[in-house]
């Protein structure tokens, strides 16, 4: 297998309907409510959307991932070396099945304490997500039309841009309301090989304090090993 989870939380992916659940686009399972996928379909559209890849330098960071002493305690590495990406997340979460996203990772107790990442087709002839605008603008309306649903009230509280190797990708911050709880999200977009990645994690906003520096960990592992 060329997929594994290492640490000592839950155990290698299950090979049982990846392709059905892989086959889909999207942007942060359990984030924004209903709809969700049919969203994430026109992300081509919204955005043009298509992003530099997100490889992260072939020094620290790939080796603080790979090497058991960098590794930041109580996070597990999930690594495909198939697919070439990897990040980290916290013991206990464990793997579910949604269809749209390529991985989730979610805590059975504190459901909207959870990591996805979704993978689509990147438009022809994009090389850079700043092809689509700045770092504002973009998040502005991959939040507002990607990872909320219509209507959805939310608040963007931060936003960052980080270049590594050559490689420009966009990371938002923001929170989102929904009918009976609010969370506080971190997702991260770029492109890898004509796809576009984005990975998304969050928590309840009672629990946010508490989560918040794991979030962090969470949102800026996620890299492209090859």
């Given amino acids: 297998g060329t997929r594994r989870s290492d640490a000592s939380g839950p ?6 309907g990846a392709h059905g659940r892989r086959a889909g686009a999207g942007a942060g399972a ?15 559209q919204l955005l043009g959307a298509s992003a530099a890849a997100l490889a992260l330098p072939a020094a620290a960071p790939r080796g603080a991932l790979a090497a058991e002493p960098g590794r930041p305690a109580g996070f597990n590495l999930l690594k495909d070396t198939n697919k070439g990406y990897a990040f980290l997340y916290p013991f206990g979460w464990q793997e579910v099945s949604v269809d749209g996203e390529e ?10 304490e959870s990591v996805s990442l979704s993978v ?13 605008g700045n770092l504002d603008e973009v998040s502005e309306t991959f939040i507002s039309k990607v990872l909320t649903a219509p209507g ?34 971190f997702t991260t977009v770029a492109i890898k090989n004509n796809k576009l990645y984005t990975l998304t994690t969050g928590a309840n906003m009672r629990r ?5 520096d794991r979030l962090r960990t969470v949102v800026n592992s996620f890299q492209f090993i090859f």
Avoid: C, H, W
């Avoid at 991985?103 to 909207?112: C, F, G, H, N, S």
């Avoid at 002839?125 to 092809?131: L, R, V, Y």
């Avoid at 931060?158 to 050559?166: L, V, W, Y």
């Fill in 11 to 16: 155990g290698p992916r299950r090979g049982g």
């Fill in 30 to 44: 359990g984030a924004a409510g209903a709809g969700a996928g049919g969203r994430r379909a026109t992300l081509g």
């Fill in 103 to 112: 991985v989730v990772y979610k805590d059975v107790i504190e459901p909207l």
């Fill in 120 to 132: 689509t087709p990147a438009p022809e002839g994009k090389e850079s997500i700043a092809d689509f």
């Fill in 152 to 185: 959805q009230p939310y608040k963007t509280t931060a936003t960052k841009q980080r270049e590594q190797a050559g490689t420009t990708f966009y990371t938002m911050e923001y929170e989102v309301q929904a009918k009976n709880y609010s969370r506080a999200a």
């Fill in 208 to 212: 946010y304090k508490k989560m918040e």
